[in-house]
């Protein structure tokens, strides 16, 4: 039987590369990608290139350059993905924060760059992986799983773009299950809340704030979430126990939206 392999996006850092490490040490064989490099538009720094390399010291791991944003690029994840064995899933992990600006103020721009990465960036991974997915041996379990975000239930000042562009990915995750139907295929989101992560303290930022620890007064925990948590998560959305789980959000967000 081939190894079973899963992509997953954005895993040079954050959710991502705690995504990565825990399917590699649950066994899955593991295509990281991760643009690791700068985006013009964004305020904040992404991750390095070195940041994704190191992930190749794990032998699960096969770490690989691309951005969401390219199908071309996805596309030789996904042959990637075949050379080492059949693609059961994806993780769509890759994505941006911005804001700081009333919707009136926020250029479109902006708000092109958001789902540019975090809409379009996933649902390119579901037009270049789903074919492969759907072609794997149905003993194996596939799935495809979204970080989506608490933002993707409530607004959130100034951040019209990025909550929209949440917004957006639950109910496209939502009607893929439903496409998914009889295929034996779940397609699920999950929805942090504030979890310990760079884009975290990019948020901060915008917020004027002046640590990320601040966030955590809006959990009922009063800690932030790590990115292990969510993680775990995926892991258990990708694992067998969780088959009959599909068309649906799990949040993972201390209680922030209770």
Known sequence: ?????????????????????????SGWTVVACDIAAEIPGLRYPLASPEMLSSLAEHDRIHPLRAD?????????????????????AAVA??????????AWLTDLETHRLTFDINYFGVLNLINVAMPAILAADAEHRRSFVAIASAAGHLP????????????????????????LK?????????SPGS????????SAEIFRLSSAEEFATHHMTQQLISASEVASMVGYLLSDQAASITGTDIRVDAGMLS
Do not use: F, W
């Open 182 to 190: 009889g295929t034996g295929i779940t397609a699920n989101t999950i």
């Open 93 to 102: 992990c890759a994505g941006v924060i911005s804001g700081g600006k009333p």
């Open 1 to 25: 039987m081939k190894d079973r392999v899963v992509i997953v996006t954005g895993a040079a850092r954050g959710i991502g590369r705690e995504s990565a490490l825990h399917l590699a040490g």
């Open 195 to 202: 979890t310990d992560t760079p884009i975290l303290t990019a």
């Open 68 to 88: 969401v944003r390219s199908p071309m690029q996805l596309s030789a994840v996904v042959e990637r993905a075949l050379e080492l064995g059949e693609l059961c």
């Open 156 to 179: 959130l000042e100034t951040m019209s773009d990025y909550v929209a562009s949440k917004h957006a990915v639950i109910g496209l995750i939502r009607t893929l299950a439903l496409d």
